[in-house]
């Protein structure tokens, strides 16, 4: 990772730091942006409930779920990507930092759409009405296709990781390290994830199905589709 790359993702990072401080100066706000992660979990639970049944996709979808998807607390991961960077290369493989940059950067993307959509909610119960009049009002289409590709990228960056037969031992190699260095829980990401795509056996069609009903469901949302509201729980 180059010097300006490095700077880019800390960045980012600040910028996910601002977002948690201005809502922490607003319990109101955070109340909303808590129960928005929640309800696009039910979301995505509800889109891929097929997935979530089929036995060789169901771990692949419980791991978008709860790294990607969900209302975790992602505090502690975040603080070891912004401790690891200047030294990232020293510490992992170049696929495995290709794919914590990528991580890192659809998380900072997220948290200010969260944040966004959150100022735009007028209570925490949320319905599928306020949910589309939400992504509708935020607008942001470049954005929002880009959260979709950044999803990809790292689905796709697990599945190529899955390919370097040795990574694995690596990884295993690596945990006494990271714990030591305080990078527990960024390198429990990338095991979860590198046993989860490796036990998939291959991930194109997941991510393809995924990059099919992602673009869709958003194109019918920012074209006020009322059937865009049966996609939604």
Sequence with gaps: MD??????????LRAVDAERARRAAD??????????????????AHTYADLLDNPRYEAATRFFLHELYGPDDYRQRDAQFARVIPTLTRLFPEEVV????RLARLHALSERLDTRMAELLSAPDI??????AAWRTCGEPASRQQQIELTMAVGQSLD????????????????????VAGLGA??????????????????GEFLSTVRQREDTLA???????????????
């Design 3 to 12: 010097h300006l790359s490095a700077e880019s993702l800390l960045k980012e």
């Design 27 to 44: 319990p109101a706000l955070e109340a909303r942006v808590q129960a928005l992660k929640a309800y696009q979990q039910r979301r995505f």
């Design 98 to 101: 290709d794919t914590v940059a």
């Design 127 to 132: 319905t599928a009405r306020d949910y589309a």
């Design 160 to 179: 190529h990781l899955t390919r370097k037969p040795l990574l694995r031992q690596t990884l295993k190699l690596m945990r006494g390290p990271a714990q």
């Design 186 to 203: 960024l390198q429990n990401f990338l095991e979860s994830g590198f046993d989860t795509f490796r036990a998939m056996r291959g991930a």
């Design 219 to 233: 194109r019918a949302l920012f074209q006020s589709d009322t059937a865009a509201l049966g996609q939604l729980p």
